[in-house]
């Protein structure tokens, strides 16, 4: 019977073309998001260790301070490592950060890319492969630039124009194109400014240092001249060339993992989704062939016969599906890529990389979940005995259904404890605890869901179906009727749903948690910004402070040192608090000047400091600096664990590091307020970056971000909901082809064709309602339990996007009407006769 049964399970598949389409796309979707989410990460990660394998390419020694953040190498010390026997090129270190100004006269937006200037190494200094001019010269005299192509062309600039460039540090600088050279790799975004030696230093250096310098060889090896710089210079830390690139591949390797886990969070999302749909499938694949089934076995078919022909049937499937998955998940990689390009975020362009891995794994999951799922429907299949099933169209037992709810109402009660206990901490155990609660509760849903469908759904349908009458009422009968069905098919959207309610109250949270903040403790008229990455160009604060009404422009950095041997953040400011920030003073005086220091009651608390107690201050370069507790103040997130002046500041950063965060601007009393802030574009102009905001525009900025963060999940899990609707339309269109003799009597009775329409409509409305307000109830208690435990980070208001809940309510109705649009219209085609006659 082993190969009649074969020819049974292939003429099968090819006599339901429709079927198989429908099977096949389900697999699809389970398999494209995995394929795609590894083509994508293979990517970046081909295209990064490319970048950084040519970025200390020539590179045998490199020789660093110490610590991180310090001052860096002596240029005292050049002599000496030149003087090493066994080296043939040295060279510093010479960049920074900057602003090049487009053709346009705006700044060049390099989205996450880096911007930066660099000193021009002559080819016979290089250590690598030198710098290729494809247009121009190199610069020879200060005031001369050479860009990267990437950057002249997204620019508009070519040989010869004239531009500026900001140096935080140093401000705007006149400069003249001379030249345009190639990069290995367009990386998008990537600003590179190569300006004359001597200049560079200027504009990069405090003129004695350089964050470290490369070393070339000659004759020896890497680790022989490792040992040899080592023992002259003993105070330095000296690394050979394969370190160095070893240590930057493997940052970009963990700064990818983040995102490899990220995206295959989404994907594991997507084929667990996926898995529903295909088990859905099958499970309804089986119940319309268990006449076809039993006739098998009442002919001579066994048991294990019957159930080899529909695990066979899956297998096919599988393999078809899983390798169309694949393919879609290339696109999918490239859509991606495209998404995040469109938000400027400076991915390196490159190939897109399909690594066997990649194909291996996609066609083992898509195969796997599509067998084991089909495994149980058709184990099921075999054991009902023929006569039974040439009986009843369905068989379905309530005993496995009470088995299930009881579990599933365990699992609610635990899930449910564990989400509260975790909710009243914070930190990492009390998340965890959180994490456990809603898996918990995601399996109580998922064993429940078909005892909880037939009340919640016939509820919907009372008040959504209602005015609809028969078509109604006979709508929703269809939806409670199968409630496994029903709950299968929703439980695809609860998943989408519930993540982007989950994700929308940490951004309600995170955005009423930041307004709240600066409500309460920013008292400023007005706030200077700068881009993330440099801040606000130092000489900005100066600037302000002389425009006409300003009480004070009071600049805010962020202090990093080491106290009692433990590296700690702390605040500095350049003024008073009194005026820009509101805070409550304990005991002692909030006066910030010389040596004085105000610290936090909990700082204070924890680290047995009182007024009076002197605190030393250790930077990086190991230098220390005593400070006087002068002040405590009640615990502040703007403020920190402590605060010192701006003298301070100086003395323990080093000057190539030294950065704003934001300008505090404090109006006189009786100053226009209006007529100041164009005051302030206008002395501010200069430094072409900085933006001046009152209180409310500071809080929507800080919005913007976290909305743009939030953009990218959304898209991400918008292709999950996509998948969640293409397996509603999957189960409707599978529905119509099982009840196709019931459509047919319908219609022999006097339905009409609009009517039929009708119902499909209302039933997938009501499926895809009750999966969605199942999946948002979930998301809003999560999205609950997570931000309650991140209250010490700074989310301290826990926030409901009330509007956004709505409006996924509603629209989930609409994707129910056009989930149903072509199942509906393959109803409605439904020819009576033929249908009740089983042809």
Same mark, same amino acid.
């Given at each position: 019977?082993?190969?009649?049964?074969?020819? !049974?399970?292939?003429?099968?598949?090819?006599?339901?073309?429709?079927?198989?389409?429908?099977?096949?796309?389900?697999?699809?979707?389970?398999?494209?998001?995995?394929?795609?989410?590894?083509?994508?990460?293979?990517?970046?990660?081909?295209?990064?260790?490319?970048?950084?394998?040519?970025?200390?390419?020539?590179?045998?020694?490199?020789?660093?301070?110490?610590?991180?953040?310090?001052?860096?190498?002596?240029?005292?010390?050049?002599?000496?490592?030149?003087?090493?026997?066994?080296?043939?090129?040295?060279?510093?270190?010479?960049?920074?950060?900057?602003?090049?100004?487009?053709?346009?006269?705006?700044?060049?937006?390099?989205?996450?890319?880096?911007?930066?200037?660099?000193?021009?190494?002559?080819?016979?200094?290089?250590?690598?492969?030198?710098?290729?001019? !494809?247009?121009?010269?190199?610069?020879?005299?200060?005031?001369?630039?050479?860009?990267?192509?990437?950057?002249?062309?997204? *620019?508009?600039?070519?040989?010869?124009?004239?531009?500026?460039?900001?140096?935080?540090?140093?401000?705007?600088?006149?400069?003249?194109?001379?030249?345009?050279?190639?990069?290995?790799?367009?990386? +998008?975004?990537?600003?590179?400014?190569?300006?004359? $030696?001597?200049?560079?230093?200027?504009?990069?250096?405090?003129?004695?240092?350089?964050?470290?310098?490369?070393?070339?060889?000659?004759?020896?090896?890497?680790?022989?001249?490792?040992?040899?710089?080592?023992?002259?210079?003993?105070?330095?830390?000296?690394?050979?060339?394969?370190?160095? @690139?070893?240590?930057?591949?493997?940052?970009?390797?963990?700064?990818?993992?983040?995102?490899?886990?990220?995206?295959?969070?989404?994907?594991?999302?997507?084929?667990?989704?996926?898995?529903?749909?295909?088990?859905?499938?099958?499970?309804?694949?089986?119940?319309?062939?268990?006449?076809?089934?039993?006739?098998?076995?009442?002919?001579?078919?066994?048991?294990?016969?019957? $159930?080899?022909?529909?695990?066979?049937?899956?297998?096919?499937?599988?393999?078809?599906?899983?390798?169309?998955?694949?393919?879609?998940?290339?696109?999918?990689?490239?859509?991606?890529?495209?998404?995040?390009?469109?938000?400027?975020?400076?991915?390196?362009?490159?190939?897109?990389?399909?690594?066997?891995?990649?194909?291996?794994?996609?066609?083992?999951?898509?195969?796997?979940?599509?067998?084991?799922?089909?495994?149980?429907?058709?184990?099921?299949?075999?054991?009902?005995?023929?006569?039974?099933?040439? @009986?009843?169209?369905?068989?379905?037992?309530?005993?496995?259904? @009470?088995?299930?709810?009881?579990?599933?109402?365990?699992?609610?009660?635990?899930?449910?404890?564990?989400?509260?206990?975790?909710?009243?901490?914070?930190?990492?155990? *009390?998340?965890?605890?959180?994490?456990?609660?809603?898996?918990?509760?995601?399996?109580?849903?998922?064993?429940? *869901?078909?005892?909880?469908?037939?009340?919640?759904?016939?509820?919907?349908?009372?008040?959504?179906?209602?005015?609809?009458?028969?078509?109604?009422?006979?709508?929703?009968?269809?939806?409670?009727?199968?409630?496994?069905?029903? *709950?299968?098919?929703?439980?695809?959207?609860?998943?989408?749903?519930?993540? !982007?309610?989950?994700?929308?109250?940490?951004?309600?949270?995170?955005?009423?948690?930041?307004?709240?903040?600066?409500?309460?403790?920013?008292?400023?008229?007005?706030?200077?910004?700068?881009?993330?990455?440099?801040?606000?160009?130092? +000489?900005?604060?100066?600037?302000?402070?002389?425009?006409? $009404?300003?009480?004070?422009?009071?600049?805010?950095?962020?202090?990093?040192?080491?106290?009692? #041997?433990?590296?700690?953040?702390?605040?500095?400011?350049?003024?008073?608090?009194?005026?820009?920030?509101?805070?409550?003073?304990?005991?002692?005086?909030?006066?910030?000047?010389?040596?004085?220091?105000?610290?936090?009651?909990?700082?204070?608390?924890?680290?047995?400091?009182?007024?009076?107690?002197?605190?030393?201050?250790?930077? @990086?370069?190991?230098?220390?600096?005593?400070?006087?507790?002068?002040?405590?103040?009640?615990?502040?997130?703007?403020?920190?664990?402590?605060?010192?002046?701006?003298?301070?500041?100086?003395?323990?950063?080093?000057?190539?590091?030294?950065?704003?965060?934001?300008?505090?601007?404090?109006?006189?009393?009786?100053?226009?307020?209006?007529?100041?802030?164009?005051?302030?574009?206008?002395?501010?102009?200069?430094?072409?970056?900085?933006?001046?905001?009152?209180?409310?525009?500071?809080?929507?900025?800080?919005?913007?971000?976290? #909305?743009?963060?939030?953009?990218?999940?959304? +898209?991400?899990?918008?292709?999950?909901? !996509?998948?969640?609707?293409?397996?509603?339309?999957?189960?409707?269109?599978?529905?119509?082809?099982?009840?196709?003799?019931?459509?047919?009597?319908?219609?022999?009775?006097?339905?009409?064709?609009?009517?039929?329409?009708?119902?499909?409509?209302?039933?997938?409305?009501?499926?895809?309602?009750?999966?969605?307000?199942?999946?948002?109830?979930?998301?809003?208690?999560?999205?609950? +339990?997570?931000?309650?435990?991140?209250?010490?980070?700074?989310?301290?208001?826990?926030?409901?996007?009330?509007?956004?809940?709505?409006?996924?309510?509603?629209?989930?109705?609409?994707?129910?009407?056009?989930?149903?649009?072509?199942?509906?219209?393959?109803?409605?085609?439904?020819?009576?006769?033929?249908?009740?006659?089983?042809?």
């Amino acid at each position: 019977m082993a190969s009649p049964m074969r020819k !049974v399970s292939l003429r099968n598949l090819a006599a339901h073309k429709v079927r198989l389409a429908l099977t096949v796309l389900s697999v699809v979707l389970g398999t494209a998001f995995v394929a795609g989410s590894f083509v994508f990460t293979d990517t970046l990660q081909k295209t990064f260790d490319g970048l950084f394998a040519d970025a200390a390419k020539g590179v045998d020694v490199r020789v660093s301070g110490l610590e991180e953040g310090s001052s860096g190498v002596p240029l005292t010390d050049l002599p000496t490592l030149e003087a090493v026997d066994g080296v043939r090129a040295v060279v510093p270190a010479v960049d920074g950060p900057i602003v090049l100004l487009g053709a346009d006269k705006k700044p060049l937006q390099s989205g996450g890319a880096p911007s930066i200037g660099l000193s021009y190494i002559p080819p016979e200094q290089a250590l690598g492969e030198p710098d290729v001019m !494809v247009a121009g010269a190199p610069p020879a005299a200060p005031g001369q630039i050479a860009l990267n192509e990437g950057a002249a062309r997204k *620019a508009g600039l070519a040989v010869g124009d004239r531009t500026q460039v900001l140096v935080p540090t140093s401000g705007v600088i006149d400069v003249t194109v001379s030249g345009i050279y190639e990069t290995p790799s367009d990386t +998008g975004g990537f600003v590179g400014a190569l300006f004359d $030696g001597a200049q560079a230093r200027e504009l990069f250096t405090d003129g004695s240092h350089v964050d470290y310098i490369d070393v070339a060889g000659t004759g020896v090896s890497q680790s022989e001249l490792r040992d040899r710089v080592a023992a002259a210079l003993p105070d330095l830390k000296v690394d050979t060339g394969d370190q160095v @690139r070893e240590d930057v591949k493997a940052e970009v390797s963990s700064a990818l993992s983040f995102m490899n886990y990220f995206l295959l969070a989404f994907g594991a999302i997507a084929l667990l989704v996926g898995t529903f749909i295909i088990y859905n499938t099958f499970s309804m694949i089986v119940a319309q062939r268990l006449r076809e089934l039993a006739l098998l076995r009442a002919i001579g078919a066994s048991r294990k016969q019957v $159930g080899r022909s529909v695990v066979l049937e899956a297998l096919i499937v599988g393999l078809i599906g899983s390798a169309l998955g694949i393919a879609a998940g290339v696109g999918l990689a490239y859509g991606l890529r495209a998404l995040l390009n469109g938000f400027d975020v400076g991915l390196p362009s490159g190939p897109l990389q399909l690594e066997p891995r990649t194909v291996i794994v996609a066609l083992a999951v898509g195969v796997l979940v599509t067998v084991v799922s089909a495994y149980a429907p058709a184990r099921r299949a075999a054991k009902v005995p023929p006569v039974a099933a040439m @009986r009843e169209e369905f068989s379905s037992t309530g005993d496995s259904l @009470r088995v299930r709810t009881l579990v599933g109402a365990i699992a609610a009660v635990v899930g449910g404890v564990l989400l509260l206990v975790g909710s009243r901490g914070t930190g990492g155990g *009390a998340a965890t605890t959180v994490g456990l609660g809603a898996a918990a509760l995601i399996v109580a849903v998922l064993l429940a *869901a078909p005892a909880l469908s037939r009340p919640v759904v016939g509820a919907l349908g009372a008040v959504l179906a209602k005015p609809f009458g028969p078509v109604g009422r006979l709508a929703r009968t269809n939806a409670v009727r199968n409630p496994r069905r029903t *709950a299968a098919t929703a439980f695809a959207l609860t998943l989408g749903l519930m993540l !982007v309610s989950v994700i929308g109250v940490f951004g309600a949270s995170a955005k009423e948690s930041v307004n709240s903040l600066v409500d309460t403790g920013v008292s400023a008229d007005y706030i200077l910004l700068g881009p993330d990455s440099m801040g606000v160009p130092l +000489g900005a604060a100066a600037a302000a402070k002389e425009v006409p $009404g300003v009480a004070d422009a009071v600049a805010l950095h962020g202090v990093s040192v080491k106290i009692d #041997d433990e590296a700690q953040m702390g605040t500095a400011l350049s003024g008073q608090l009194d005026g820009v920030l509101d805070y409550t003073l304990a005991e002692g005086s909030a006066e910030l000047s010389g040596s004085n220091m105000l610290v936090s009651e909990t700082t204070a608390a924890e680290k047995g400091w009182r007024l009076g107690s002197p605190v030393v201050l250790t930077d @990086r370069d190991g230098e220390q600096v005593t400070t006087n507790v002068t002040g405590v103040y009640a615990d502040s997130q703007l403020l920190g664990d402590w605060v010192v002046p701006e003298s301070v500041y100086e003395q323990v950063t080093p000057a190539a590091v030294r950065a704003v965060w934001a300008v505090l601007i404090e109006a006189q009393p009786g100053a226009d307020l209006a007529t100041m802030r164009s005051d302030l574009a206008a002395a501010t102009d200069k430094f072409l970056v900085v933006q001046v905001k009152d209180r409310e525009e500071f809080k929507g900025s800080q919005g913007k971000q976290i #909305d743009t963060l939030l953009a990218v999940l959304y +898209g991400l899990l918008a292709l999950a909901i !996509v998948i969640a609707i293409l397996g509603i339309i999957n189960t409707l269109a599978l529905s119509v082809v099982e009840r196709r003799r019931e459509i047919g009597m319908l219609r022999a009775v006097g339905m009409q064709r609009p009517q039929v329409r009708r119902t499909i409509y209302l039933e997938s409305v009501l499926i895809a309602v009750f999966g969605a307000a199942v999946g948002v109830l979930l998301g809003l208690a999560f999205g609950w +339990g997570f931000v309650s435990t991140l209250a010490d980070e700074g989310l301290d208001v826990i926030a409901v996007p009330w509007g956004q809940v709505v409006a996924m309510l509603l629209g989930s109705a609409v994707v129910g009407v056009l989930a149903a649009l072509w199942p509906a219209a393959r109803a409605a085609r439904t020819k009576p006769l033929e249908a009740i006659a089983g042809v």
